[in-house]
């Protein structure tokens, strides 16, 4: 499965997703295609900082939840949301 890469406090972050990755996602925010039409559309704030989360720790990026979602804030939630949609169309093979 192709990866994706994003900046995360100016550092290049290279994930590959893996299985436990995807289920990981998928307990905590449903479906993944369903999470896939819900990014393109109608997101939650909390969704995006949660996936956001999970995507980092699979990259060996340890954050603090709530810490996060402030910086996300302060920086601008679009390169954020671009990664999430990256990532789904990628593991859904729907861009």
Known sequence: MTGISFLHRGRKVRLAPDMRLLLEIESELGP????NRAFAQDWR???LVSLVHMLLESAGIDEDYLALGDEMLESGLGRYLDAAREFLGVVTGRP
Request: charged letters at 15%; glycine letters at 0%; zero cysteines.
């Open 45 to 47: 704030l909390a969704d």
């Open 32 to 35: 993944l295609p369903a999470l």
